[in-house]
């Protein structure tokens, strides 16, 4: 019995991509890059047709074997363009795997001057979504976020545009509020903490 259970969560544990070439495939095609197979989409294009610049310098055999792993996991779909001619195209599933690629390129951006304004990120995540809620936090911290409770984080500047795409990410977006605070408490010690004198 318990041995079932643990194949049945393998099959369904997301598979973890390392390859930086598989990356920029995903995050090439979130970005509306063409790729054309040859061949119907019944029979899933036999050889690339037209290759990316940005993906020139790999190998062709590579990065058909790319696309028909990509497809076998379903975060692409191949779309007949023509009798010959299929374009392949991300899934659902897929946006969202390419889109934790670029979670990690964010930075926040620090103007020259602060504009005495505080951004507060609170959140009250479900303990079933756990994982989502400690790596909000956790991404929250590393991008220079201070804790003032457990689900209440706060930073000096602008970073609402960043902060809607990660709860994005997460799959948050119901359980997060992003304010801007003109005044809190304790504010010398933040004012401190952050080097804003």
């Known amino acids: 019995m318990a041995e079932t259970r643990k194949i049945r969560n393998q099959r369904y544990k997301v598979k973890r991509i390392y390859s930086p070439w598989k990356q920029k495939l995903l995050l090439l095609l979130l970005g509306g890059v063409a790729v054309i197979m040859s061949g119907s989409a ?3 294009g036999r050889m ?3 290759i990316p610049e940005a993906l ?3 190998d062709k055999r590579y990065l058909n074997q790319l696309i028909r792993e990509f497809y076998r996991d379903r975060l692409v779909d191949a779309i007949d363009v023509s009798d010959e001619e299929t374009k392949i195209v991300l899934t659902e599933k897929g946006k969202l795997r390419a889109m934790q690629f670029k979670i990690d390129d964010i930075q926040l951006k620090i103007p020259n001057r602060w504009d005495r304004k505080w951004r507060i990120v609170v ?3 479900p303990e079933k979504k756990r994982q989502a809620r400690d790596a909000l936090r956790s991404k929250l ?3 220079g976020f201070y804790k003032l409770q457990k689900s209440a984080l706060v930073f000096p500047f602008e970073c609402e545009d960043e902060i809607n ?3 994005e990410i997460f799959q948050v ?3 997060v509020h992003y304010g801007v605070l003109t005044r809190i408490t304790n504010e010398a ?3 401190k903490r952050f080097e804003l004198y």
Do not use: A, G, Y
Request: aromatic share 12%; net charge positive.
């Open 173 to 175: 977006r119901q359980h």
């Open 189 to 191: 010690e933040l004012i």
């Open 141 to 143: 911290q590393q991008l």
């Open 42 to 44: 019944k029979r899933f």
């Open 48 to 50: 690339l047709k037209t």
């Open 165 to 167: 795409f990660i709860v």
């Open 56 to 58: 020139r310098e790999l």
């Open 123 to 125: 959140f009250d995540i």
